[in-house]
C-alpha cells in the first residue's frame, strides 16, 4: 500500500503498535488508544474515489460516523451525497461540496488526490469497510461499558438496575443490527424454495396447517393457524371476552401434541411451542387462575371464593399438575415499553426458545419518551411498528389485544369495524390480521324487558317471551370475525362461550356452521370438513 500524508499527521500515534497501544513509557503507564485503523479509512477512501462502484460495496452498511477520524467520515458523506445524485465523487468535484475552509480543514486537493492517486484496489473495498465498522463497533462497546459502569453508580431511583440492564441489551442488539451486512436481497429461486417448504410442512403436518394451531377448528380452517412473522390483532368491547380468548389460544398452544407425517407415514411428536405471554392488565396469579379454571372446568368465582367439593378440588390439583409442565411463561409487569417487551422476548426465545407472543393489552404498552412527549397516535404507531418488526424479527406469530372505541355502543348494529379501533389507522395498517370477538348475548341481556305500570299481565308476558326466545338463540354463542387477513379470506367464526370458567370452545357438531370461508362469511349450515 502506497503511503499518503494525512493531515493532521502528528496527532496520529504509531499505527503500528496496534489498537490499543500507547507510548509504553511514562513510568509504565500507557495510554490506550481507542481500536482504530487509519490506514484501512484512508484505503476505502481511496477506493471509492478511484472507482465510483466501490461505494456500491459498503454504501448499505457504511456510514460516517463508522470513521474514526471525523474528517475521513465528512469525506465519505460528501462521496454520498455526489454518487447518491448520481454525480461523480473525484477530488475535483467533491471542492465544491466544501465551503473554502472546510475543504482546506480536511486537506484540500492535495491530500484527496493522494488518497485517489494510491494503488488501491476495489476488490478490498468491503474488506476494509469491515474492518472499520468492526472497529466502531468495538469503539461503541467500549462507550457503552463506561455508561454501564457509571450508570450503575448512580444514585437515581426511578433509573433502577433492571431498566439499565434492558437499556444495556437494547443498546447492543441495536449495534449487531443496525449495521448488518449479511442482509440484502435474495434470489427468487431462494424465496421459491422457503415457500415450498412451508407448504411441505403444511402437507405433512397432521391437521394440514402451515401455521401454528389454535385448536379452534373453524379458525384454523380461516386463517390456516397463526403463522410466523404475523401481528394479530385480538380487539373487542370490554365484557366480550378478549382477554379469556387469548389465554384459551395460549394454552391451546403451550398443548399442541402435534404431529409430523412423513412420506412412510411415520409419526413424529413435535415439541409443544414455549408462549411469552404479556400480561400487563392482570396479575399473573390471576391469569394463571383463569387458565386453571378452564383446563379443569370449574367456575372461576368457585376457585377465587374456595366453595369447591372435595371432587372439584381433587380436579383442581390434578390439572395444576398437569399444567405446571406447559410451556408457558408470563410476565405481568405493569407499563412495559416496547423496547423492554422486544428485549424480555429475545431473552426468552434464547434461553428457551419461543413460539408465540401474546400481548394483553396493546394501549397498556408505552412507547419511547419521544413519542410520548408528542400524541397518543404516534405513540401507538410506533408501539404496533415495533410489534410487528418483532414478530419479523424472532420469526413468530404475535397476538396483540387491542381495545375498540365507544362508537360502537352507538350502532344498531353492534358488530365491530375496523374503524372501531381505537387509533384504527396504524393498527389496521401494521397488522397482518385483525379480528374482533363479539357476543350478541352480552347486547341482548342488557335489553330484558321490566314490567312498567302500564303493561297488562297478557302483554308482558308476550315481550318477555320473545325476548327470551332471543337469548335462547344468542346464550352462550360468541363470533370471532375476520375483518383483515393480508393472505386469505375474511369471514365469520362461531365458537361456544363458557362464562363460568372463562372458556371458548369448539361448537358441537349438530350446531356447527359449516365453512366460514363460504361468501360473506356467514357459512351455510353443513358438516364442517375435518
Known amino acids: 500500500m502506497a503511503t499518503t500524508l494525512h493531515p493532521h499527521e502528528d496527532d496520529i500515534p504509531d499505527i503500528a503498535d496496534g489498537p490499543g497501544d500507547g507510548d509504553p513509557g511514562n513510568d509504565g503507564q500507557s495510554f490506550r488508544q481507542p481500536p482504530n485503523n487509519l490506514e484501512a479509512e484512508m484505503g476505502l477512501l481511496g477506493a471509492v474515489l478511484e472507482n465510483n462502484r466501490a461505494y456500491e460495496r459498503i454504501s448499505e452498511f457504511m456510514r460516517p460516523e463508522h470513521f474514526f477520524d471525523p474528517l475521513h467520515g465528512r469525506i465519505y458523506d460528501a462521496c454520498s451525497k455526489l454518487i447518491e445524485r448520481g454525480q461523480q465523487a473525484n477530488p475535483t468535484t467533491l471542492k465544491h461540496v466544501f465551503d473554502t475552509e472546510e475543504f482546506e480543514s480536511i486537506g484540500g486537493h492535495r491530500y484527496l488526490a493522494e488518497l485517489a492517486g494510491a494503488t488501491f484496489a476495489i476488490i478490498n473495498a468491503v474488506d476494509y469497510g469491515r474492518l472499520i465498522y468492526d472497529l466502531y463497533l468495538r469503539r461503541q462497546l467500549i462507550e457503552l461499558g463506561t455508561d454501564v459502569v457509571n450508570l450503575a453508580f448512580s444514585h437515581d431511583p426511578e433509573d433502577s438496575a433492571m431498566r439499565q440492564v434492558e437499556g444495556a441489551e437494547q443498546y447492543l442488539y441495536d449495534l449487531a443490527t443496525n449495521g448488518d451486512y449479511e442482509?440484502?436481497?435474495?434470489?427468487?429461486?431462494?424465496?421459491?424454495?422457503?415457500?415450498v417448504d412451508l407448504a411441505a410442512i403444511a402437507f405433512n403436518r397432521d391437521g394440514a396447517l402451515g401455521g401454528v394451531p389454535t385448536k379452534f377448528r373453524q379458525l384454523d380452517l380461516l386463517l390456516g393457524g397463526l403463522h410466523k412473522s404475523d401481528l394479530i390483532i385480538l380487539a373487542g368491547r370490554p365484557a366480550m371476552g378478549k382477554t379469556a380468548l387469548a389465554t384459551n389460544i395460549a394454552f391451546n398452544v403451550a398443548n399442541l401434541t402435534d404431529t409430523i407425517v412423513d412420506e412412510e407415514g411415520n409419526e413424529t411428536p413435535v415439541d409443544d411451542p414455549v408462549v411469552g405471554f404479556f400480561s400487563l392488565e392482570m396479575s399473573a396469579e390471576q391469569l394463571a387462575a383463569r387458565i386453571l379454571a378452564e383446563g379443569a372446568q370449574i367456575a372461576?368465582?368457585?376457585?377465587?371464593?374456595?366453595e369447591l367439593n372435595q371432587t372439584e378440588f381433587d380436579r383442581l390439583v390434578q390439572t395444576s399438575q398437569r399444567l405446571q409442565k406447559a410451556p408457558l411463561y408470563i410476565d405481568d409487569t405493569p407499563a412495559l415499553t416496547v423496547s423492554a417487551l422486544r428485549t424480555r422476548a429475545r431473552r426468552l426465545k434464547r434461553q428457551h426458545g419461543l413460539g408465540l407472543i401474546v400481548v394483553d393489552y396493546l394501549q397498556l404498552l408505552q412507547g419511547s419518551a419521544g413519542s410520548r412527549e408528542q400524541n397518543r397516535v404516534q405513540e401507538i404507531s410506533e408501539i404496533t411498528r415495533g410489534l410487528k418488526t418483532l414478530a419479523k424479527e424472532l420469526e413468530v406469530p404475535v397476538i396483540a389485544l387491542s381495545q375498540l372505541s365507544r362508537a360502537v355502543e352507538q350502532r344498531e348494529d353492534k358488530r365491530p369495524q375496523l374503524a372501531d379501533l381505537r387509533e384504527s389507522g396504524s393498527i389496521e395498517q401494521d397488522a397482518d390480521v385483525v379480528m374482533f370477538i363479539y357476543r350478541d348475548e352480552y347486547y341482548m341481556q342488557r335489553m330484558e324487558p321490566a314490567r312498567k305500570a302500564t303493561d297488562t299481565g297478557e302483554s308482558f308476558n308476550q315481550t318477555y317471551s320473545l325476548w327470551e326466545d332471543n337469548m335462547s338463540e344468542v346464550r352462550g354463542m360468541a363470533e370471532v370475525i375476520i375483518a383483515k387477513?393480508?393472505?386469505?379470506?375474511?369471514?365469520?367464526?362461531?365458537?361456544?362461550?363458557?362464562?363460568?370458567?372463562?372458556?371458548f370452545d369448539n361448537l358441537e357438531d349438530d350446531?356447527?356452521?359449516?365453512?366460514?370461508?363460504?361468501?360473506?362469511?356467514?357459512?351455510?349450515?353443513g358438516d364442517i370438513p375435518f
Open 300 to 306: 372461576s368465582d368457585k376457585i377465587r371464593k374456595g
Open 485 to 503: 387477513q393480508r393472505h386469505g379470506p375474511t369471514g365469520t367464526v362461531k365458537l361456544r362461550f363458557h362464562p363460568e370458567a372463562t372458556k
Open 511 to 525: 350446531d356447527d356452521y359449516g365453512d366460514p370461508r363460504d361468501a360473506g362469511g356467514a357459512p351455510p349450515p
Open 183 to 195: 442482509g440484502g436481497f435474495q434470489s427468487f429461486a431462494e424465496s421459491i424454495k422457503d415457500a
